[in-house]
Nanobody, 124 residues
């Protein structure tokens, strides 16, 4: 089972960009579908994007599509989320998660492998 550590969060002005990274331990990283979620203050954790084990398939929440890009480097055991055109409503703690399911559901309760999260704050 992999262990996940996110990084790259911070404070950015609206319209700016951030790149989040999730580093995974373990030699089986390429077996996992990797997923980004986020949780805004007072709200439930929600799906953002996922990427297949090979990187060949991605899927985005409507809120992320067109602004965010998920990609991975299996040689480096990392998955990243490039976030552009950030909005104040993107403010949240961002988490990466992992599953061996090829086409996983996007419900939070399905996932058992999580990182600790990284805070993203977008000022207006």
């Amino acid at each position: 089972q992999v262990q996940l550590v996110e990084s790259g969060g911070g404070l950015v002005q609206a319209g700016g960009s951030l790149r989040l990274s999730c580093a995974a331990s373990g030699r089986t990283f390429s077996s996992y579908t990797m997923v980004w979620f986020r949780q805004a203050p007072g709200k439930e954790r929600e799906f953002v994007a996922y990427i297949s084990w090979s990187g060949g398939m991605t899927y985005y929440a409507d809120s992320a599509r067109g602004r965010f890009t998920i990609y991975r480097d299996n040689a480096q055991n990392t998955v990243s989320l490039q976030m552009n055109s950030l909005k104040p409503e993107d403010t949240a703690v961002y988490y990466c998660a992992a599953t061996t399911t090829a086409f996983p559901p996007i419900q939070v309760g399905y996932y058992g492998i999580w990182g600790q999260g990284t805070q993203v704050t977008v000022s207006s």
